[in-house]
């Protein structure tokens, strides 16, 4: 990168036991709202439930709404009269499958009031994984089936599940169309200027028309091997210019940047970084992460000068959160590690591989699950994850960079 990122300021989201956010987007004003779930505690009564929160372009929480414990939001897309949230439900009754109940939307306006909110049943294994606005209103995808009971608490997904799509009208979330595709994980999705949707799941990418018909889809194996993903896709459309791509002069409208791994089954894996033009061709296919390790591509966009790729690297019974840049050519820039510091809020710093003094924790693991960008900076969505039981390491940060 040819300037040093500058941290403007890092926040924890929340102060329950453990909170975590699975998406977030910004706001028309370089805000942010992010949607995730909530757990005050252990014992019985203790509240959790599901939040969408509006934070400021200086960290500080505007509002924030709350569901509870049958809703467990899990994307967020920001429409003209205010975000709307997608997810699953949870069973409040425990003889049935947590899977079981319908998938949903739910309008809210920017000052944090709920506009509606609506349920759309479909299968027994219904969900929500990903939503984004249209020309027409908004789409949200994922995944449709069944589940089965193999015991008294446990439930498996049956065989038939599939990836869905729903489109539905922004003003009062009325169902314009839904089909079912092959497939079993639609992970993410966005939608270009004309309403054409594109989503990744497995190792490949799907297109959809506007009226929900399956165009054409691709597969991107790594070289490597069988056990590659494609996680996350997000507009691009800036000039690329690369050794793997053909001469332009005209923006790759309708282009996509993904984010995946790239995993041969043996002990070095790495994160991957993908670029493709509108029909699918190559544009960038890159390949990092640290060696003798496993590599796990969380999130990847578009910068004016190049490419952001946030990872975790598996450390012994930990993990090392990064961000690595890519050049608009495709060459490995730089790398930040993401550290929480002991006591204070988590800060960006330059190292070497073998990560900072002192770090990972013994059994602590954590994830730069989400980049998003704004006209004047970056949000950094940091996730700790944690197996040790420390309340203290199951936390959510948002950090801003310019």
């Not at 923006?251 to 699918?280: C, F, M, Q, T, Y």
């Not at 969380?298 to 490419?307: E, H, K, S, Y």
Request: aromatic share 10%.
């Amino acid at each position: 990168m040819r300037d040093e990122p500058i941290v403007q300021w890092w926040t924890r989201l929340g102060s329950e036991r453990e909170r975590f956010v699975t998406d977030a987007v910004p706001t028309g004003d370089d805000g942010l709202y992010a949607v995730g779930w909530y757990d005050v505690g252990d014992r019985t009564g203790d509240r959790f439930g599901g939040f969408l929160q509006r934070l400021s372009p200086r960290g500080t929480v505007d509002w924030e709404f709350y569901w509870d414990r049958t809703r467990r939001p899990r994307a967020v897309t920001a429409a003209p009269d205010g975000p709307i949230v997608a997810g699953k439900s949870l069973s409040a009754n425990t003889q049935k499958s947590e899977e079981e109940p319908p998938a949903w939307l739910a309008s809210v306006t920017g000052a944090g009031v709920r506009r509606w909110e609506r349920e759309y049943p479909f299968g027994s294994g219904d969900s929500f994984e990903t939503v984004d606005t249209t020309p027409g209103g908004v789409v949200a995808g994922g995944q449709t089936g069944g589940y089965s009971r193999r015991s008294p608490g446990s439930w498996e997904r049956v065989y038939g599940t599939r990836e869905w799509l729903l489109a539905a009208d922004a003003d009062d979330g009325t169902e314009h169309w839904r089909e079912r595709y092959a497939g079993n994980d639609c992970k993410s999705l966005v939608a270009d200027e004309r309403g054409g949707l594109r989503y990744v799941g497995g190792s490949s990418v799907t297109w959809i028309s506007s009226d929900g018909t399956k165009e054409h889809s691709e597969y991107y194996y790594a070289d490597t091997g069988s056990f590659d993903t494609l996680d996350s896709i997000a507009p691009h459309e800036q000039d690329i210019d690369t050794n793997d791509a053909m001469d332009s002069d005209q923006p790759h409208v309708g282009a996509s940047v993904i984010a995946g791994k790239a995993w041969e089954g043996s002990d070095a894996n790495d994160a991957r970084l993908l670029v493709i033009d509108s029909d699918g061709e190559i544009l960038l296919d890159r390949a990092t992460g640290f060696a003798a390790t496993s590599n796990f591509g969380r999130d990847a966009i578009a910068l004016d000068d190049g490419f952001l790729l946030s990872g975790t690297a598996l450390c012994g019974d930990g993990s090392l959160p990064w961000l690595a840049w890519f050049d608009a050519d495709g060459a490995l820039t730089d790398y930040r590690f993401v550290v929480r510091a002991p006591d204070s809020a988590p800060e960006l710093v330059a190292s070497v591989p073998s990560g900072p003094a002192g770090y990972p924790i013994a059994s602590h693991h954590a994830d730069v699950d989400r980049l998003v960008p704004t006209r004047n900076g970056l949000f950094v969505v940091y996730n700790e994850r944690d197996r040790s039981k420390s309340p203290e390491h199951r936390q959510c940060w948002v950090g801003f960079l310019t």
